[in-house]
C-alpha cells in the first residue's frame, strides 16, 4: 500500500476506536435531539395546522432536525480530543513521525464520517420506529448520509482549527455554545412561510438552513427539489473551506 | 549518508528567540559522536528543552545548523525521523488504547513489516517488563509504568539515536534504577544516546560526556572525570553548582518562552 494511504488507513483505525472508548461516552449526543424531538413532536404538533404549514405533521417536519443536531453536537469533540492529544504529548509523537500531515487530518475525517454514519443509522432507525417516514427511499437515505457526512467533517475542522490554534480545552468546548443559534437562526423548527421577515432574512445567511431544508426535501418531498443540491454545495463549500484552514492551521502550528 | 567523522549530531550555532523577544538558546555548538551516552545539563530555563525540540524540528531555531547522522535537518525531515527515538519530558501516550496497539500503531506508521512489528513488540515488552500489562488501557498504568513504555514506544522502530527528555523526572529511586539499567543495555548495543537532565547522579552515572548550560549558551563540557577535576569538585552536583550558581532569575526569563504545543497546561521549558 502507498505510504500515505496506509498513514492514513491506520490513523484512522485508532481514531476510530476513540469513538466507542469509552463506551458510554456514544449516549450523550443522542439525549438531546431525541428529548427535543420527542418534546417537540408532543406539544407542538398543533403548528401543523397553522395556515401556511406545510401538508405533513410536525413530526415529519422536524425529523431531520433530529438527525442532524446528533451528528453537529459530536462531531465537535473532535477539537476536544485533539486538545488531548496536544496536552498529553500524543500530538507530538504523531509529527515526528514520517508520515504526512494531511494523513493526520484525513484520519480524523474519517473517524467523525464514521461516527457520523453510525450515529446517523441509530437516529434514522429510532425515527422510523417513531412512524417517521423517507419519501425519497434508500437513495435518499444515503444522500441524507452523505449531505450530514460532509457537514459533520467540516463543523469537526471548526474545533481542530481551534484546538490548534488555542490548545485549549475549555476555549474548545465553548464552541458549544455556537451549535444553538446555528442551530436555531434556520427553520429547523418552523417553515420560512411562517418566520417574521427580518429572522427569515438571517435564516438566508446560515448555511444550517440549506442543510436542514436539502435533507427536509428528502424525508417529505422524495427528489426533485432545488433544495437537495443547496445542500451539497452548503456542506461542500463549508468542507472545502475549513478543511483548508485546518491545513494551514496544522503548518503554523509546527513553527 | 552516515555520521561523518564518527559525528552522528552536529550543532552549529543554533539560536532560539521566541516571539516576544525571549532568547532561550543563544549561539551553541556541539558535536556527539556514533554510540555516544551524551548528557546535556542545565538548571530549570536553561534552554535544554528548547535545544533538544530544535534538534528534532518540534521547536523551529532562528539560526544556525543542525545535521542529524549526516543529514541536514530541515531539508530530510522524514529520513530524520527514521533514524531517530525522543522520549519526551510529557509522556505522550494514547490514554484509550493499550500499551501493544500503540506499539503496533507505531510500527505500522515507521512502515514496518508485521514480522518486525510483532517481534520488536515481544523484545520492549520484555526489556521495560510489561508484558503482563501490555494489553491494558495505558491510562491504567503508574507513573514508572508510563515512563517506561514510553521509552519502549521511542524504540519502536530501532532508532540509531535516542533523544530523552528528563526521562526520570517524578520516578522513585527503583523506576529510575530500571530506566538506568535500560539505557545502559541501550547504549552497550551501540545506539547513541542524547540525554538532559537536571539529576546530576543521573549524569555522573550514565554519560560519557556532559555539557552544561546556563541561560541559553554552554557553559562547560567534558567528560565527568574531566568536569570534576577541571573544577575541582568531588562530584558532578559540586561542578554543577560551580558553573550555573542559582537559577532562579533563569527561570523567570523561560518562564516567558511559549510552548507551541502546551499553553494550556502552561508547560515549562527547561
Known sequence: MNTFLSDWYYLSIRNIKLIWRPLLALLPPFFMPIFFFAVNSLSLSALAQVPGFPDVSYKDFIAPVAIFTAIFFSAGNAGIELVQDIQSGYFKKLIIMPINRLAIVLAKLTEIAVQSLGQGIIMLILLLLWGVKIQSGFLGVLAIFAILIIFAMAWSCIGMISALRTQNARLVQSLFILVFPLLYLTTSQTPRALLPTTFAQITDFNPVTYIIEGIRALVLNGWGSPDIGYAFLAAGGMFVVFVTFTMFSFRKALK | MGAKNGKIIEVKNLTKTYPGGTKAVRGISFNVKAGEFYGFLGPNGAGKT?????????????????????????????????????????????????????????????????????????????????????DKFTSTYSGGMRRRFDLALSLMHKPKILFLDEPTQGLDPHARQLIWAHLRQLNKEGMTIFLTTHFMDEA???????????????????????????????????????????????????????????????????
Open chain 2, 204 to 270: 555522573q552515572e550514565l554519560c560519557d560526556r556532559i555539557e552544561i548550560m546556563d541561560k541559553g549558551k554552554i557553559v562547560t563540557e567534558g567528560s565527568p572525570e574531566e568536569l570534576m577535576k577541571k573544577h575541582n569538585a568531588k562530584n558532578m552536583e559540586e561542578v554543577f553548582l560551580k558553573t550555573t550558581g542559582s537559577n532562579l532569575a533563569n527561570e523567570e526569563v523561560n518562564a516567558n518562552a511559549p510552548d507551541p504545543f502546551a499553553r494550556s497546561r502552561g508547560g515549562g521549558r527547561n
Open chain 2, 50 to 134: 528548547t535545544t533538544i525540540n530544535m534538534l528534532v524540528n518540534l521547536v523551529k531555531k532562528t539560526s544556525g545548523e543542525v545535521i542529524i547522522d549526516g543529514l541536514k535537518l530541515e531539508d530530510n525531515l522524514d529520513e530524520i525521523y527514521k533514524r531517530v527515538g525522543f522520549a519526551m519530558q510529557e509522556v505522550g501516550l494514547d490514554e484509550v488504547a493499550t500499551a501493544r496497539e500503540m506499539l503496533q500503531l507505531h510500527g505500522r506508521l515507521y512502515h514496518m513489516t508485521k514480522t518486525e512489528i510483532d517481534a520488536q513488540i515481544s523484545k520492549l515488552l520484555k526489556l521495560v517488563e510489561l508484558e503482563k500489562v501490555a
